[in-house]
């Protein structure tokens, strides 16, 4: 499995921007996408996942109504839109895969086990 973060950025606060990830070799096992976010001195922390099939989603309660998770219809390309940014949102942000059955939440960082290699976000 392969993922390609892309779409980071710096921002003004209440400003908007995208990123994209795109997932290569997907298997049954990593049917759940996700993203997370570490800023610095902080814990690497889930903000968004999606499940690619029933494409049910859930978001952390500090990005709920500001970011929006999908998956592109034709392909295995995942997005974050991430609007009425705020400064705390700056993080370096990850894209990860794991599987839908699993002891761990989808937000939980021990669901997944592949991961970008990350895009800064900048919000000031």
């Known amino acids: 499995v392969q993922l390609v973060e892309s779409g980071g950025g710096s921002v003004q606060a209440g400003g908007s921007l995208a990123l994209s990830c795109v997932a290569a070799?997907?298997?049954?096992?990593?049917?759940?996408i996700s993203w997370f976010r570490q800023a610095p001195g902080k814990e690497r922390e889930g903000v968004a996942a999606?499940?690619?099939?029933?494409?049910?989603?859930y978001y952390a309660d500090s990005v709920k109504g500001r970011f929006t998770i999908s998956k592109d219809n034709a392909d295995d390309t995942f997005y974050l839109q991430m609007d009425s940014l705020k400064p705390e949102d700056t993080a370096v942000y990850y894209c990860?895969?794991?599987?839908?059955?699993?002891?761990?939440?989808?937000?939980?960082?021990?669901?997944?086990?592949?991961w970008g290699q990350g895009t800064q976000v900048t919000v000031s």
């Open positions: 990860a895969a794991g599987p839908m059955n699993s002891p761990y939440g989808r937000l939980s960082r021990s669901r997944y086990n592949y």
């Open positions: 070799k997907l298997t049954y096992s990593t049917n759940c």
């Open positions: 999606i499940e690619t099939g029933a494409r049910s989603t």
